[in-house]
């Protein structure tokens, strides 16, 4: 008989989270906010940054069917807030030179590393894996216009505080 009771305290509390959720709405994209409006991006790597990144980096994420399930919202709402602090490339170029370097860089290192895409996301989301070309790839171009916006900094540009994204 207690069971029953705990049974249904539980279906119930599931129904009653399901009202509260969090704000999916996608932030407004400007185009001349964009990674690709301060950078010329290869196709190949236009493309992969869309299908593997654009999810939790960018303000174009497109939200799953389980994305509308409470409290799954409330933790992928979560994620795509932590993403796009670190890297949004929806809003890029609104970065100072040095911040853009600074992503740039830590991307390629969690790219590297091999976490980026996290793993916990790539089961549910297998067109985001990103193979050995596609690491490599973006290694290498990251690494390059990270070295090419460095190049073009004044030393105040150099002397910049950058401010780190919450978590680090």
């Known amino acids: 008989m207690k069971w029953k009771y705990v049974f249904l305290g539980i279906v ?9 959720r969090p704000d999916m709405s996608l ?3 400007n185009p001349t906010h964009t990674i690709q409006a301060v950078m010329n991006l290869p196709p190949s790597i236009d493309s992969t940054i869309h299908r593997a990144c654009y999810d939790c980096h960018s303000n174009e994420s497109r939200w799953p069917w389980y994305s509308q399930i409470s409290p799954v919202s409330w933790w992928l709402k979560s994620d795509v807030t932590d993403g796009r602090n670190a890297l949004n490339f929806s809003e890029f170029a609104t970065m100072t030179k040095k ?6 860089g830590d991307a390629s290192d969690e790219v590297k590393k091999g976490d980026m895409p996290l793993k916990l996301y790539l089961p549910m989301h297998p067109a985001a894996h990103l193979t050995d070309a596609d690491r490599q790839a973006f290694i290498a171009w990251a690494t390059s216009e990270k070295a090419l916006i460095e190049s073009t900094m004044t030393p105040a540009e150099r002397a910049q505080k950058t401010p780190q994204p919450r978590g680090e």
């Open 99 to 104: 911040k853009q370097a600074k992503r740039l």
């Open 12 to 20: 119930v509390i599931a129904i009653v989270i399901q009202f509260i």
């Open 27 to 29: 932030p407004p994209v």
